[in-house]
């Protein structure tokens, strides 16, 4: 079965740095792999998906992943850091060619950006 | 366009109670998951609906969660009876295909059981 690991429980980092945020999955057939993000009392939302092609895929506001299958890694990152980025990121597997397989996620990172 | 809407937004009972959540789904989408997200961890699917009909339950504690979907629209969500380890929150989303990462999630259900 598949499963995703998330490196860090909680990345503390100051305004306009970079972060990184370590995603790691296991599986042995094809997968889609995603970034949720969940800010305070709201539901997930979908932050970048890899579905196939270039293997960096980038977000409207600043994120990028790049999914690397030799080392069976998603990690995301951001140049510089805003405080509106302080939330909780999920990394998220969906298994095969279709993508009808349910999701299944990381323990999440809570990244905290200090002013 | 209207997000998936869920209640009540907390919850507090006390173990061997009942307790049910509601979720409105976006309307015209055909899919509908129900998640436990424990905390520290991430959500872990319950059931999916495709219509009224259900296409995995296979995580579903079946002995005392149920879920429906009545006329494949709204959906609800029973515990019965309720355990300290079931506190959690519970996330419901729509997608309007069956490809996974096309769901909205709706705010979620904060049930704490003391």
Not at chain 1, 60 to 74: D, L, P, R, V
């Amino acid at each position: 079965a598949q499963s995703v690991t998330q490196l860090d429980s909680q990345v503390p980092v100051f305004e306009e740095a970079p972060v990184e945020l370590r995603c790691n999955y296991s599986s042995s057939v094809s997968v889609y792999l995603f970034w949720y993000v969940q800010y305070p009392n709201q539901g997930l939302q979908l932050l970048l998906k890899y579905l196939s092609g270039s293997t960096l895929v980038e977000s409207i506001n600043g994120f990028e992943a790049e999914f690397n299958k030799s080392q069976t890694s998603f990690h995301l990152r951001k140049p510089s850091v805003h405080i509106s980025d302080t939330a909780e990121y999920f990394c998220a597997v969906s298994v095969g060619f279709t993508g009808n397989t349910p999701l299944v996620f990381g323990k999440g990172t809570r990244l905290s950006v200090i002013a | 366009e209207a997000g998936v809407a869920q209640s009540p937004r907390y919850k507090i009972i006390e173990k061997r109670q009942s307790v049910a959540f509601w979720c409105n789904p976006i309307s015209g989408h055909a899919t509908l998951y129900w998640y436990q997200q424990i905390l520290g961890q991430g959500p872990k699917l319950l059931i999916q609906f495709q219509n009224n009909g259900v296409v995995d339950d296979s995580q579903l504690p079946k002995d005392r969660f149920s879920a429906e979907r009545l006329k494949g629209v709204d959906s609800t969500l029973k515990i019965q009876p309720a355990k300290l380890e079931d506190s959690a929150v519970y996330l419901c989303a729509s997608s309007p295909s069956r490809v996974a990462y096309e769901q909205y999630f709706g705010p979620g259900t904060r049930l704490t059981v003391t």
